[in-house]
């Protein structure tokens, strides 16, 4: 089986056209897993805080790549079914915070081109999150926090929430990040923590590293192994300072993340955790020289 695999961005390079049906191998995911999916067992308050989790969330051609789908899913089966989840995207940067619609079914944000058009086809209509929004608004906001009511979720949501929770049947909100400057998105963590009592996930979406210059360099994947090891160790010691300041701390940091919006999610991850040391990689991958860890923190 030819898989393909891309991080390209909306301002990105046109990704490969796959040598199969678009999205085939999640076809092949959902005919194989969504009675397991539909059946999961939904948290309840014995089960104790969720974690939060850092997903590195890919392009639309992570629907083509078999095990990271089959990741996604293990990984999401390996814990309760959230009562609801919040997500931010690297996707998504408005201030001051504001969330996405919450109405049920609303469509999907396709912030992307120059990919086959059924990835624009493939549904994920989510169930009404309208309470979510209103903890979301009380918790944030001395001043109203806006709803974007046309803006659905984006790719950087979507496309892992499609592997992890492909019934769809778990209400969903994003949130923007208020800015890419990590110590906001490390308050911002702090704020949702108490949601992961509630049995609502909070996830933060991005990408280890984030390097469009290694598919033209393959001598650059040294730089983005090198930012991805210490990011592990800087994770296991639980040494948010070093995380925030990843520009100066880290090795490769420029190459790795030419910007910082794949990045600053985990900050996001790392501050709802209680225990800012307790990160567990749930996926270990380089994919054409990035690196797609993924992580959970209590």
Known sequence: MTTTSSLASPSGPTSPVPSRTPAAAYDDLLARVLP???EQRVWKPSDGPLPSLFVSHGAPFTLDDAQWLSDLFDWAQSMPKPRAIVVISAHWEQAPVAISAAAAGTPLYYDFSGFHPRYKTLPYATPDATDLARRL???LGRTPVHEFADRGLDHGAFIPLMAMHPAADVPVVQLSMPSLDPS???????RLRPLRGEGILVLGSGFMTHSFAVFRQPELAA???AFDEWAVDALARGDADALTDYRNKAPSAAVAHPTADHFVPLLLT??????????VSAIDRMVMGNSTRSVQLT
């Open 137 to 139: 608004t009380g918790l």
């Open 184 to 190: 906001a998105l490390l308050e911002l963590g702090a």
């Open 36 to 38: 397991q999916a539909r």
């Open 223 to 225: 730089d983005t192994t």
């Open 270 to 279: 790392v501050g709802a955790a209680d225990d800012p040391g307790s990160a």
